[in-house]
């Protein structure tokens, strides 16, 4: 069964620091999809990113940057010279290719930044 | 116009009430899915379907059932609410097509049972 680990819970920063948040995701398949999704106060689920098991390559989108890492079964993500609108909830996910029950999310607990000014 | 939409987006019921959540989309995605959130516990699926014919249990769907009237409709039933099915619950589509399954989730519907 696949499992997500997101072992930091509540994460507070100043406005303008860095922050990385962590993922770290166990499977027995070789190809899977991971994800993050922010949920800000107002509750509803925003997707950020979907990154493939057999693409390696780290993403960065504008502020925002993802580090993959397969030989430490880990996709982190940065948020560089946070902001106040960053405050949310950012969960990371994993399914496996849709085949069957396999497509669904399996989904961390979730990491609560808060960023103040 | 949202992709995802839920209805009620609140409602606070009785123990023992029967009580429906609505999930519509115009997404035009194959794929439906019921969550439910629980602080300190993430996501955890409730039931999800593939397309109209095709509905399956997800890991807690013991005191929920679904119907799913059309593609673009996926209604999730609680038959007879208890306290602890209050949650934030939420809808989610995904295309189903080749390799590109990200979900798309609604904006949520939080249920409190009393």
């Not at chain 1, 993922?23 to 398949?29: I, K, M």
């Not at chain 1, 925003?46 to 430490?72: A, C, P």
């Amino acid at each position: 069964a696949q499992k997500v680990t997101q072992a930091q819970t509540e994460i507070s920063v100043v406005e303008k620091e860095d922050v990385t948040l962590d993922c770290v995701y166990e499977t027995r398949d070789t190809t899977y999809y991971l994800f993050w999704y922010k949920q800000p106060p107002s509750g509803e689920l925003v997707f950020l990113i979907r990154r493939n098991s057999f693409d390696e390559q780290n993403e960065i989108s504008g502020r925002y940057s993802w580090n993959f890492q397969k030989s430490t079964s880990s996709f982190n993500f940065t948020i560089t010279a946070s902001q106040v609108v960053d405050s949310a909830v950012y969960f990371c996910a994993l399914t496996l290719p849709r085949t069957g029950a396999n497509s669904k999310l399996t989904f961390g607990k979730g990491i609560t930044l808060s960023v103040r000014p | 116009d949202a992709d995802v939409t839920q209805t009620p987006r609140n409602r606070i019921t009785k123990t023992g009430k029967r009580i429906m959540l609505e999930c519509s989309q115009t997404k035009g995605h194959d794929r439906m899915y019921w969550y439910r959130q629980d602080p300190g516990l993430g996501l955890r699926l409730i039931y999800y379907s593939f397309d109209v014919k095709d509905i399956n249990k997800g890991e807690i769907s013991d005191g929920y059932s679904v119907s799913r009237q059309a593609q673009a409709k996926f209604s999730l039933s609680l038959e007879s609410a208890i306290p602890n099915q209050t949650a934030l619950y939420f809808c989610a589509t995904s295309e189903g097509q080749g390799r590109t399954d990200t979900q798309y989730f609604g904006p949520g519907t939080r249920l409190t049972v009393l």
